[in-house]
């Protein structure tokens, strides 16, 4: 049985659903563009690359490796209390967009821009699964 959960948590929409219900899954999806074939995490109604309006959700690998990242030392949220420090990383996907998430399984004196990481999940609620990644070794 999990605990209550006391950071915060994301909105799903109809819009999203599609991703969230991925991660329940233990996938990660994304929009593509039916047009341009970009990829794009928000579900906006248009393509920020070419305005197509039609995309298709669509399965990736889950692979990619660290563009940046930072330590959070200071409290800035009280749910995030007895996680302080803890990083916060923009994930550059194999496919080609990024995402910001956490590295978990590492200390953060660790974790180095380019290292190579995949895909975890994270059951937080019942309801809602968050990704995270974790480094290759």
Not at 76 to 93: A, K, Q, S
Request: aromatic share 10%; charged share 30%; hydrophobic share 35%.
């Amino acid at each position: 049985m999990m605990s209550a959960y006391s950071k915060p948590l994301p909105d799903i929409n109809d819009a999203n659903r599609p991703f969230w219900e991925a991660l329940r899954r233990r996938e990660l999806r994304l929009l593509r563009c039916d047009s341009c074939g970009e990829l794009r995490l928000h579900p906006f109604r248009r393509c920020p690359h070419c305005s197509h309006e039609k995309a298709t959700w669509t399965t990736l690998s889950g692979k990619g490796k660290v563009w940046t990242k930072t330590v959070f030392h200071q409290l800035y949220f009280e749910g995030f209390r007895n996680d302080v420090p803890y990083n916060v990383v923009v994930i550059e996907m194999d496919e080609g967009p990024r995402l910001y998430s956490n590295i978990v399984g590492t200390d953060n004196t660790d974790i180095r821009i380019g290292d190579r990481v995949e895909a975890c999940f994270d059951d937080v609620t019942p309801d809602v699964t968050l990704l995270k990644f974790s480094i290759i070794r």
